[in-house]
């Protein structure tokens, strides 16, 4: 039987127990909170561990769940509210990011390099007008608003684990300071083994001399040349934009200062304003005040009459055009955690209408969904090594899905009850790969939260 599960639960449960430990550290008000926590039904630990392992039923029925329907142990609702108005919501961050960074050996590689993309997602709550940060406001006198969170993450893409996360007011997101944010938490110990890549919302020269400053690889998608808010627009000289598709190198020296010289060379110079946004360009310039920036603009047509712009730093003789292309797709992997995220992992299904608890709830719902991504790709290593029958139409994939469900069940097991195989179980579940496109428009549906009646 594998022993990789137990591990992660391990580790898990070994984080919460030190955390338990130093409690006054992660409570909001330390000296007093949880200090006679071993006289009550909740102590810390559960506290933590039944928030981790909430689904989409409501608080009762969640308290049944993880104290095994014994009466003598079950605590009120109004017990756990109490319990969690006393952490902070640093437990919960703390939580996730020791987690998650304690399984490295889990990433992927493409051709050696690790692809993180970035990406940001509404999370939709009860509506309360009161909330202003969050509330959407209808544009229809007979329509309702609408609450929700942005929440911004940097994804492992080949492996599907969520690495950082950041929560912003849904009123106020600023997803390039919130990818600015992660990548200053973010120091692995080779990053020129990393590629960011991010899509059109993202375009700004600060990215990429904060990419440039760590030395990391990018692919970023960007506005067309024709387009004047672009960053290509500069650039349109240097572009065959006749063809339908084209992979050029741009060169230029960027420069905060201005002379006689830069400013009659403009096709070779470019003044960077200093009092644009702009803090990751100044540690790149030298003493003369200038810095070579150098990129591939790579153009793609995706469709008749339709056409897509990727830059990258990554060098042609590693990478080819259809390496970018492929590393851009890989992109699509950060929406595919996102839906694990919200439907499997239950970030959909809240147990409280209250910002602070929500985002307590946001943050175990990322820690619960990388435990069952680890499991997951342990599995899917596992299946990759079967025998196959070259007759069979299609390949058979582990469901992520049903491996992060299988996973809220496996941490509420008590440590009585015996033992289960559980990549044995998780291997049960598989899907068929098919790689042909849909053929069908998408159907847009409205933004509504997952209300709490009847749940």
């Not at 079950?74 to 952490?87: K, T, V």
């Not at 939580?95 to 490295?104: D, G, K, Q």
């Not at 506005?223 to 672009?230: A, C, D, H, L, W």
Request: with cysteine; charged share 25%.
């Amino acid at each position: 039987m594998n022993d990789f599960p137990e591990k992660v639960k391990q580790k898990l449960d070994s984080i919460i127990m030190e955390m338990s430990e130093n409690h006054w550290l992660f409570s909001n008000n330390p000296g007093h909170d949880f200090m006679r926590q071993n006289t009550g039904k909740l102590s810390f630990y559960d506290t933590i561990r039944m928030i981790l392992t909430m689904g989409k039923g409501n608080t009762s029925d969640e308290i049944m769940d993880y104290f095994d329907l014994e009466p003598d142990s079950i605590p009120s609702n109004s017990a756990l509210i109490q319990r969690r108005n006393q952490i902070s919501l640093s437990a919960f961050q703390y939580l996730f990011s020791e987690f998650s960074s304690s399984f490295p050996e889990i990433t992927r590689k493409f051709k050696d390099h690790c692809i993180l993309a970035a990406d940001g997602t509404h999370v939709v709550y009860s509506t309360n007008a009161e909330i202003i940060q969050d509330y959407n406001k209808p544009h229809l006198v007979d329509h309702k608003g609408y609450n929700h969170m942005h929440l911004n993450a940097l994804v492992d893409a080949l492996s599907k684990v969520i690495i950082d996360a950041v929560i912003q007011p849904g009123q106020q997101p600023d997803e390039r300071e919130a990818l600015h944010s992660m990548l200053d938490h973010f120091n692995p110990d080779c990053p020129s083994k990393y590629i960011i890549t991010a899509d059109r919302g993202y375009e700004s020269y600060d990215l990429i001399f904060h990419c440039e400053l760590k030395k990391m690889g990018y692919v970023f998608r960007l506005k067309g040349p024709q387009v004047t808010r672009s960053l290509l627009s500069s650039f349109k000289a240097d572009l065959p934009d006749d063809q339908e598709e084209f992979d050029v190198i741009v060169r230029r020296f960027l420069t905060d200062k201005k002379n006689k010289i830069m400013k009659e060379q403009s096709d070779v110079y470019v003044y960077m304003n200093p009092n644009k946004n702009i803090p990751h360009f100044y540690p790149l310039l030298g003493d003369n005040h200038i810095y070579v920036l150098q990129f591939r603009v790579v153009k793609i047509k995706t469709d008749e009459n339709s056409f897509e712009y990727l830059i990258t730093n990554l060098p042609y003789f590693s990478f080819s055009s259809e390496d970018i292309k492929l590393i851009y797709h890989f992109r699509w992997g950060c929406e595919i955690s996102f839906r694990y995220l919200k439907h499997a992992a239950g970030m959909l299904y809240f147990h409280s209408k209250k910002p602070e608890f929500l985002k307590q709830e946001i943050y175990a719902s990322l820690t619960l969904y990388n435990f069952g991504v680890f499991i997951a790709n342990t599995a899917s290593d596992e299946n990759q090594k079967r025998k196959r029958n070259p007759d069979n139409k299609h390949v058979y994939e582990v469901d992520f899905s049903n491996a992060i469900k299988i996973v809220r069940k496996f941490l509420l097991r008590k440590d009585y009850q015996p033992p289960v195989d559980l990549i044995r179980l998780v291997m049960k579940y598989v899907h068929a790969v098919k790689d042909e496109f849909r053929h069908f428009a998408r159907n847009l549906r409205g933004i509504g939260a997952i209300h709490f009646s009847y749940r």
